[in-house]
């Protein structure tokens, strides 16, 4: 038996944060903090600032932030990619990343790094499943387990970003229900179409 290279975004995902956290003693540490950190200010006359928006999710502050982001990534990810395909799941990555980089320059005084966002996008949207056009009690008890979670946790001070992980888990809420009412409607239509005889 031979290895698979079977979900290629999340792999390619994991292998390229990886090699960024590798790479960055190399730089003077440097590398993860030009390229992969959003910051608090607007500079839309660097290139590097539009970028940021959406590369900070493949910046992490060590390998213990990295693991426990792709601990969940790994598991989720793959599942993801296989019901929903590789092209949408990484459309989702990519717009959860801006989504989160653009709020966290416009609201927050923070710099943002880390692929958390997504992970809590990834768990909301795994939650959506046999959807039928209501909403999953599996859903609603992760938003109140995950999401009730951080909201509490926002009132502490520590050094993550609750935010991200909100805005990441609604993020998936949405995504979730979008994808599986298309889906839904996909079906209705495939079954209601007249049965022809030869």
């Not at 730089?27 to 607007?42: A, R, S, W």
């Not at 980089?101 to 416009?106: A, P």
């Not at 943002?112 to 008890?141: C, E, R, W």
């Amino acid at each position: 038996m031979k290895l698979q290279y079977n979900a290629p975004v999340v792999l390619t995902f994991t292998l390229i944060c990886s090699a960024v956290l590798l790479l960055d003693p190399i730089t003077g540490d440097n590398l993860i903090k030009d390229f992969f950190t959003v910051y608090p200010e607007f500079n839309l006359a660097k290139p590097a600032w539009y970028l940021r928006l959406f590369t900070h999710v493949i910046g992490h502050g060590n390998w213990e932030h990295l693991v426990g982001n792709f601990t969940f990534i790994l598991l989720l990810g793959p599942i993801l990619e296989e019901k929903y395909g590789s092209r949408d799941l990484l459309l989702m990555i990519v717009v959860t990343s801006f989504v989160t980089g653009i709020l966290q320059v416009l609201v927050f005084d923070q710099a943002l790094l880390g692929a958390s966002g997504i992970v809590f996008m990834m768990i909301l949207l795994s939650s959506i499943t046999n959807f039928q056009g209501g909403i999953p009690i599996t859903f609603v008890l992760v938003v109140i387990l995950f999401l009730g979670k951080e909201v509490v946790n926002s009132f502490g001070t520590d050094n993550v970003s609750q935010f991200a992980h909100i805005i990441g888990g609604i993020l998936g809420g949405i995504f979730g229900f979008v994808l599986e009412d298309q889906k839904l409607k996909g079906r209705k239509k495939k079954d209601s179409k007249p049965l022809t005889s030869a």
